[in-house]
């Protein structure tokens, strides 16, 4: 069969009619067709395009490459007329060694058939592709992309080439969404994407959608092993409604009706009042004014929303009187408390300028006039002008509300009488305040710059639908890490084992950020297996010939903002022709992929049954020192072999069922 040519490109124009020996240097290029899906938090996205290639291209051209930020080329085929070619993943010199071997010289002249080969190689933030192609044809490229995304709202975003939404299957154009994330998710999962730069993807993550109300809180740990010292990614998701406004829910509303209330701080509780009756219509509540003496403003319990218009007339007509007795109101609310059943629930707004004998009353006796499992909320008016309900801790009332797992809030006065104030937050926790992350055995480290971590500020606060990430250093004993915070008063924690099967992920993030001190980055990058300062793609078939000068016809990228890329290569099936073969120096090339070991002072041999480039049986033998303990035996003794059994050896010509005997003693 007569072999055509293969090129390599990163991104090209869909339905080009040019060869690749016709163009300008430093061109951007963009894909045929685009397809992604969301596996677990990592987006995966299949890129094809389509080039034709003059007979003979061998010169060295320049196209730049996007990627998504952070995103990686996980592997890479090129298809010539049915025949498929993968690309082999070899150590970055020996595969450099390889290419460069296609020059012409004494063992390589330019005469006879020439080879045609492909080199994917590179460092942080760049991607090079050099090609050699012996015939003319079209070829049709497919790159695996994986890039981490970043969760809000239910949602895993992620920003791509624009290029990229233009050419996306339907199912794909469907995800793209023009306003994006928040700013914080932007920065977490997509570091230095400008805002209009890019196209914002979300991919559906409903995994905590159909958790109980209040329990909509995800955590993740994976940790990666880099020699003796370890490093773990936590990350904290909130869903886009952590909770429901209970379907049983009874409130009652205390308003100060005292005399020491001013006329904003009146317009202030009335429409907060109103705006707790629109956030939860179909519950059911009594409004209870208090000063000397209390009075409800309805005749019995009410559906919110049928309650509504009253409510606003009282409110707007109440008397002010004498006196702040709050006692008497919660008092008179555990009164009508005790005629109803379900969630049972008080909010008390106060000025805060009240008798000093209620100053001092501990909460506790106050909490025991209620009936039992009864929510309080406080409320404080009087704050900042315009301030919308928010989190005080530092309100005189706060430890009731704290006592019963409650929330204390404070709001401001308003400036715009016509401004409604949003009070979800009273019926139904929105957020999770107060995060704190303990992790003893870990030490906090930041990959990425201005990075926000969990638990970095003193009351860190996630928002529904947010989420946050945490970074740590350790050893192999490093423990769980720990994250807690308050859901209104509830305090919620959450132990998290760092899970090493996400290993890989974790040391791909760290290979392109690229911010590790030595020689941890040289153990990330050997993890990552992706093409970047130790790893290299090559792929070569058809004859032995060498070309008469030059290069190859390469191509090369950046990344934005220095962030960018390594491409990662999963090795697939070659071919050859002719007779001849090379014996493998497989050692050289397998020995490598053992880095993350730690076999060292091991005698490690392996026989593999190999068909074409398919490893089809394996066997490993480890002689280890004496003295040590078998769980260090066991680990070493999966971690090679997983190494072992994910590669492909890049063999010049295998017959079926071939063996070898490799020894993968480490070169004392």
Not at 34 to 51: D, M, R, S, Y
Not at 285 to 311: C, D, E, F, N
Not at 493 to 520: C, K, W
Request: negative net charge; charged residues 25%; contains cysteine.
């Amino acid at each position: 069969m007569r072999r055509l040519p293969l090129v390599a490109a990163a991104l090209v124009f869909a339905g080009s009619a040019h060869a690749w020996s016709r163009r300008t240097a430093d061109q951007e290029l963009s894909p045929a067709l685009v397809k992604g899906k969301l596996e677990g938090p990592i987006a995966t996205f299949t890129v094809k395009f389509v080039v034709p290639v003059d007979k003979g291209t061998y010169g060295q051209q320049h196209s730049s490459i996007e990627l998504p930020p952070k995103g990686m080329v996980t592997s890479a085929t090129a298809s010539l007329n049915g025949v498929t070619h993968s690309l082999a993943m070899l150590p970055a010199e020996d595969a450099e060694k390889k290419f460069n071997a296609l020059s012409a010289d004494e063992e390589h002249p330019p005469v006879g058939r020439k080879a045609s080969a492909v080199l994917m190689s590179g460092s942080q933030g760049t991607v090079g592709v050099s090609v050699a192609a012996a015939n003319g044809g079209v070829l049709t490229l497919e790159l695996t992309v994986a890039s981490p995304t970043c969760f809000f709202r239910d949602r895993r975003w992620i920003n791509v080439p624009e290029a990229w939404a233009a050419s996306a299957e339907v199912a794909l154009r469907k995800l793209v969404d023009q306003d994006g994330p928040n700013a914080a998710c932007m920065s977490n999962g997509s570091t230095d994407v400008p805002r209009g730069e890019g196209v914002w993807m979300a991919f559906p993550a409903p995994e905590l959608t159909g958790r109980r109300s209040g329990e909509r809180i995800g955590t993740f740990a994976g940790r990666v092993a880099l020699g003796d010292e370890h490093v773990t990614r936590f990350e904290l998701d909130l869903s886009a409604k952590i909770s429901d406004v209970p379907r049983d829910l009874a409130t009652v509303i205390l308003v100060d009706g005292s005399r020491s209330m001013f006329a904003e701080e009146l317009e202030t509780q009335r429409q907060l009042v109103m705006s707790y009756l629109r956030a939860a219509p179909d519950s059911r509540v009594q409004v209870i004014a208090y000063a000397r003496r209390v009075k409800p403003l309805l005749p019995g319990w009410t559906t919110a929303s049928q309650a509504a218009p009253r409510l606003d007339r009282e409110l707007r007509a109440m008397a002010q009187r004498n006196g702040s007795h709050f006692d008497i109101g919660l008092a008179e609310a555990a009164t009508w408390l005790e005629r109803v059943e379900g969630t049972k629930r008080v909010v008390l707004i106060t000025d805060e300028r009240m008798a000093g004998r209620l100053e001092g009353t501990p909460p506790a006796t106050l909490k025991r006039a209620l009936p039992a499992g009864t929510l309080v909320h406080v409320v404080a008016v009087g704050g900042s002008s315009d301030q919308p309900p928010s989190r005080d801790e530092d309100t005189k009332l706060a430890p009731l509300a704290a006592a019963t797992d409650g929330m204390s809030v404070r709001a401001g006065k308003l400036e715009d009488p016509r401004k409604l104030h949003d009070s979800t937050l009273l019926v139904r926790p929105v957020s999770l305040d107060f995060v704190k992350v303990k992790a003893p055995d870990w030490t906090q480290i930041t990959p990425m710059a201005d990075d926000v971590a969990c638990g970095d500020e003193e009351s860190h606060e996630i928002a529904e639908g947010d989420s946050c990430t945490w970074w740590g250093q350790g050893d192999a004993s490093a423990g769980p890490v720990i994250v807690e915070g308050l859901l209104w008063g509830k305090r919620i924690q959450r132990f998290v084992q760092p899970n090493l099967a996400h290993g890989r992920d974790i040391a791909r993030e760290l290979s392109v950020l690229g911010t590790l001190d030595e020689p941890l980055l040289e153990k990330a990058h050997l993890l990552a297996r992706a093409v970047n300062e130790k790893w290299s793609l090559y792929a070569q078939w058809g004859g032995r010939a060498g070309y008469e000068d030059g290069f190859g016809l390469g191509m090369s990228g950046g990344g934005r903002g220095g962030i960018c890329c390594g491409t990662v290569g999963t090795i697939g099936r070659g071919s050859g022709t002719g007779s001849y073969r090379e014996p493998p120096d497989l050692a050289k090339q397998l020995r490598p992929l053992l880095a993350a070991c730690e076999v060292e002072t091991v005698d490690v041999r392996a026989t593999l049954e190999m068909t074409l480039t398919e490893i089809a049986e394996l066997t490993v033998t480890m002689n280890h020192p004496d003295g040590t303990p078998s769980a260090t035996k066991r680990k070493r003794q999966q971690c090679v072999e997983d190494a072992l059994w994910d590669s492909t050896p890049m063999l010049t010509h295998v017959d079926q069922h071939h063996t070898y005997n490799v020894d993968l003693r480490a070169i004392r």
